[in-house]
């Protein structure tokens, strides 16, 4: 009796299923080398689309980029113009406080040229002096006369010399606390004991209110000519001797006297000097 083994049933494949399982194969394949051939070319579609519409969009972003590239350049030319704007506004303001100080340097150059020229004059004699600042130009009954910035308080008496840098200017006529009043050589009421000329004669110079005063009671065989020096003689004891006063001019006074030229420019009388010697009797002498 023959055996029988249990088993899976194998059916025989028919011509037709064998076919269909080849034909799957073939399109199974040809659709992997497809997709293959495609993802190999799709990089160089994506790259030529890129490309076509990289060229036609490149007029339109020039166009578009003009505009753009022009308003922001005058964007930072408005910002530089406001900026040179400021500057030259600040630029101005540094110009007007420069020549502010240009000024102040030459005003103050010329009072320190005036203060050493002050400091170097020396009136001789062991005598106090106190330096003072010329403030105002009085007139009144007293035609030649100034006001000075010093009074009693730096102790400025009346009859006390007063000089320059360049030599004698007048005298105190009167005090007050803070200021004083001078009466200047050129003043009618000056009377200046003086030594003119090589010979040292001695004179009186008086003041006739004009700019240049003149020599009385010279004596009769004086021999004066042009230049000569014309200083204090420091008689009556108000101008110390010695202190330079002027030259001779070079033609006579309205009165027919000897005109002397002084040292002080007027016009430009900025410091002066007081000497107090201590002796008041110069008016008494002058009125003699």
Same mark, same amino acid.
């Given at each position: 009796m023959q055996e029988h083994r249990a088993g899976p049933e194998v059916k025989a494949e028919t011509p037709v299923q064998a076919t269909? /399982? /080849?034909a799957m194969f073939a399109l199974l394949v040809t659709i992997a080398l497809g997709a293959l051939v495609v993802a190999k070319a799709e990089v160089y579609v994506f790259d030529w689309v890129k490309s076509a519409v990289g060229d036609l969009l490149a007029p339109v972003l020039h166009a578009v980029t003009v505009p753009v590239r022009a308003a922001r350049d005058v964007g930072s030319n408005l910002g530089r113009v406001a900026a040179l704007t400021e500057e030259n506004s600040r630029l101005r303001d540094e110009n007007a406080r420069l020549r502010q100080w240009q000024a102040l340097a030459r005003r103050l150059d010329g009072q320190n /040229?005036?203060?050493? /020229?002050l400091l170097r004059f020396d009136p001789g004699g062991e005598v106090r002096t106190v330096a003072a600042r010329v403030i105002a130009d009085t *007139?009144?009954?007293y035609a030649r006369s100034l006001l000075m910035s010093a009074g009693s308080r730096q102790g400025i008496? =009346?009859?006390?010399? @007063? @000089?320059s840098g360049e030599g004698l200017v *007048?005298?105190?006529?009167?005090? *007050?606390a803070r200021s004083a009043r001078v009466l200047l050589i050129t003043d009618r009421r000056s009377h200046v004991p003086v030594l003119a000329g090589p010979d040292? @004669?001695? =004179?009186?110079?008086?003041?006739?209110?004009g700019f240049r005063p003149h020599l009385r009671?010279?004596?009769?065989?004086?021999?004066?000519?042009?230049?000569?020096v014309v200083v204090t003689s420091g008689r009556g004891g108000v101008f110390p001797p010695g202190l330079p006063v002027g030259d001779v001019g070079a033609g006579p006074s309205a009165g027919g006297g000897v005109t002397v030229v002084p040292h002080v420019d007027w016009t430009r009388l900025e410091f002066v000097r007081?000497?107090?010697r201590g002796v008041p009797d110069f008016v008494a002498l002058a009125e003699e």
């Open positions: 269909l /399982r /080849r /040229r005036e203060l050493r /020229r *007139g009144g009954p008496a =009346a009859d006390q010399a @007063v @000089v *007048g005298r105190v006529m009167s005090a *007050g040292r @004669v001695h =004179a009186i110079l008086v003041g006739d209110n009671f010279l004596p009769r065989n004086a021999a004066l000519a042009a230049g000569d007081v000497i107090d």
